[in-house]
């Protein structure tokens, strides 16, 4: 090829062409592409590895010039006379690649952009950053943008370029940090990541964009361009009636589960995973009586082993599941069938993987660098620096995310007491106080005010649960009033005590009676959600029927009274998948759930009686419309400690239903309770009968009050309690 003969006012300085070669320019835009000099409109290119390089005028695909060498093999320049856009005719050793000039488009990023940006306040961040298919100046392709305002030099590379460093670096907006590249012609579906050098140009492991929407699938690790979005929703009437199905006075009972280890499909099965849960999960969740499923963690994870509780790609659906496509539609089918989809979402850690967050442009951008506030021992992860605005910014826009773009019902934000306690799981000398000397960590509290406050601004009806396992005050209650605004609460203390005591044998209830009823001292100090969770199933805890003593039968009672007991509490309900048909082993999220156990008439029974307690939660406002409120529940028997008898009421505004727990294997015959209400109590579920595999002893359907006075009432019922049994009573 030979050689222009340049002149002096537009040749490369040495020093550039050598960073070009070697991928370390800071400003390629300031050497590549159409630049104005004396002589006229020069266009340089550089190509690694291309033969020949024509300059075509775009709208003709006119021959304008021949780009010529110019003592590198790399490095392409050319002066042309014609100032229209146009294209590069690139001649590879093996191929001929016609391309418009990434280097010839302006900014792309807006300034309004860039300004919400460093305020933390630019909520869409999944619509500027990452890679968005789009049309420049007529021209498709995929704008690349990324944070990274410490690094010396970020390129993208991927399919589209050979994973070359040198061939697309990218332009730094220094008013925010951020980098941008037009690359033409590249289509969704490619593959693609940033290369970093990080401050001096010390060099930084190949990242993934924490703004993608789509990933491969681990133990792959690369971005993918994700199409945009084509689905058409068509939950209007749900997104309208969302608010009333997720208030504090309507039934909610969820079904926690982990997507990969429910039921696996057969081989052959044609679809992706989220097709098969279309088919397979939402008429089982309708047949259950479930009325909302909540899913452990699908953004993006490396490490399958962590359930998706260490993830990296906050907008990302994993890829195992299905392309993000099918994920909308999935949601479409649950809300079709009148369920609502709750997340679990991870902003309190992330993992320490080399491609992730983990020091991104070479320092601790997303995570403090003080391991004292910035690093987890239980977990070996990062903690977000909640005390900058871009990474609050960062966190809000991936719950944004995740609630407009998939019409997603809620989350639940995990392990929101290790974001609370600067000294979380820490020992002295391990953490640093706060301005004021204390404990409490005041930039995530104001980080999940600010969350909340945007969610119910932007999201109207959706919810937001916290994973609170301390007594910190007014976690769901009103940031007016002074909480932190979440919806609901999970209430571990219940958990914890109940599970406690149901593990104890019968005989030794007695002088635990207070585990079953010390919750109610503060049931109504936040709007609570009771969990039966993953965590309890796990690691040498046992499934639930592991933990119930005695023989088998008993075992299986002891569970049937549990669940009655928990669906008659105040509090909405959680349960984790495979508790509804007592599971004999722990889970694993290796195997799916032990669904041949279904043919045993003992783990049939219990799921009939998780089926109908559902059914009778949903259709009976005294069991859910006062939840939340003092006034719905009053104790009748809470002491009868030498028995192991519990006596309730719940109450709405006009029905009473009355619950009697034996948690004794001894029937209690001509048990006397009183009750305001004369006349007929009709039991309405009885989780002795013999339909779900107790020994149907009852009373008969129904029984009738006697003037006889107890327990402050001047009429009462003798009742037949069943062994190990939870009854429902309601007045006809």
């Known amino acids: 090829m030979s050689e222009l003969q340049l002149g002096p006012c537009w040749r490369l300085d040495p020093g550039s062409v050598h960073a070009l070669a070697h991928g370390v320019h800071p400003d390629p835009f300031g050497v590549l592409g159409p630049h104005l000099s004396e002589d006229g409109r020069v266009i340089r290119a550089f190509l690694p590895g291309a033969r020949k390089v024509d300059v075509l005028r775009r709208s003709d695909r006119a021959h304008l010039t021949t780009l010529a060498c110019t003592g590198t093999n790399d490095l392409f320049e050319g002066l042309v006379a014609d100032r229209s856009p146009y294209l ?40 500027i950053l990452g890679a968005q298919v789009m049309t420049v100046d007529d021209v498709e392709g995929v704008r690349f943008s990324v944070w990274a305002p ?59 964009d924490p703004i993608t929407r789509q990933t491969e699938t681990p133990p792959a690790t690369a971005s993918i361009v994700a199409e945009p979005s084509a689905h058409v929703w068509r939950d209007h009437d749900w997104m309208k009636e969302r608010a009333a199905r997720q208030a504090p006075g309507a039934p909610i009972s969820i079904y926690e589960m982990h997507v990969g280890s429910w039921l696996w499909p057969a081989p052959g099965h044609d679809g992706t995973l989220w097709d098969f849960m279309s088919k397979k999960l939402v008429p089982y969740l309708v047949e259950m009586g479930f009325t909302h499923v909540e899913f452990l963690p699908i953004t993006e994870h490396p490490f399958g082993g962590s359930w998706g509780y260490q993830p990296l790609g906050l907008f990302a659906p994993s890829g195992r599941y299905g392309p993000p496509s099918g994920f909308a539609q999935f949601v479409e089918t649950l809300h079709d069938a009148g369920i609502g989809i709750i997340l679990d979402w991870v902003p ?38 909640l005390g900058r605005r871009e990474v609050q ?14 019409h997603i019902d809620g989350l639940r934000v995990d392990a929101v007491a290790s974001m609370l306690y600067r000294d979380y799981s820490r020992k002295a000398g391990e953490w640093i106080p706060n301005d004021h000397g204390g404990r409490e960590n005041l930039e995530a509290i104001g980080f999940l005010r600010h969350l909340n406050a945007v969610v119910a601004e932007r999201c109207p009806g959706a919810i937001i649960i916290a ?30 005590d109940t599970l406690l005591y149901m593990e104890k044998e019968p005989i030794h209830r007695q002088y635990h009676h207070g585990d079953m009823t010390f919750g109610l001292l503060y049931a109504f100090s936040e709007n609570f959600i009771l969990p039966l969770s993953h965590d309890e199933v796990v690691y040498g805890k046992k499934s639930l029927i592991g933990k119930m003593p005695g023989d088998r039968w008993q075992r299986f009672a002891n569970l049937r009274a549990y669940f009655g007991f928990m669906w008659s509490q105040p509090g909405k309900k959680l349960l ?72 309730y009421l719940r109450l709405s505004a006009d029905r009473q239903v009355l619950v009697v727990c034996n948690m004794t294997p001894v029937p209690r015959y001509h048990y006397r309770i009183g009750v ?29 009050t006697s003037p006889v006075g107890a327990h402050g009432h001047a009429q009462s019922l003798e009742l037949v309690l069943p062994p190990l049994a939870t009854l429902f009573l309601a007045r006809d």
């Open 467 to 496: 994973e609170e396992s301390t007594a910190w005050p007014s976690v769901s209650r009103p940031i007016a009033n002074g909480g932190l605004g979440f919806s609901y609460k999970w209430n571990m203390g219940w958990m914890n």
């Open 393 to 406: 910014g960062f966190l809000i826009s991936s719950a944004l995310f995740w609630l407009e773009h998939f």
């Open 576 to 647: 984790f998948m495979g508790g509804e048909f007592a599971q004999e082993r722990e889970w694993s999220h290796d195997r799916e759930l032990d669904w041949p156990s279904l043919d045993d008439p003992a783990h049939a029974g219990i799921q009939r009686l998780a089926r109908d307690l559902n059914r009778l939660y949903v259709t009976e406002p005294a069991l859910h419309a006062r939840d939340c409120e003092a006034t719905g529940f009053q104790w009748v028997i809470g002491d009868d400690r030498s028995n192991s008898v519990f006596a």
């Open 348 to 385: 309190a850690h992330f993992p320490t993987d080399p491609h992730g967050l983990a020091r991104f442009d070479g320092t601790a951008l997303y995570e403090h660098l003080d391991p004292r506030e910035g690093f987890h021992h239980d977990w070996n992860t990062f903690i977000y620096n």
């Open 676 to 704: 305001s209400r004369p006349g007929s109590w009709r039991e309405i579920l009885n989780t002795d009968s013999s339909f779900y595999g107790g020994s149907n002893l009852g009373n008969h359907g129904a029984v009738h």
């Open 150 to 208: 410490n690094a010396a030099r970020v390129a993208v590379v991927g399919d589209f370029n050979s994973w070359d460093r040198r061939r697309h670096p990218m332009r730094l907006r220094h008013q925010a940090g951020l980098w941008e590249l037009f690359v033409p012609r590249v289509a969704p579906g490619a593959r693609y990541k940033y290369d970093i050098l990080g401050p001096g140009g010390t060099p930084v492991p190949l990242k993934a």
């Open 88 to 127: 590069l005719r690139i001649h590879w050793p093996q191929a001929i690649q016609e391309t418009e000039d990434p280097y010839s488009f302006g900014l792309l990023l807006g300034d309004v952009d860039l300004f919400l940006f460093n305020e933390g306040r630019h909520f869409e961040l999944s619509k």
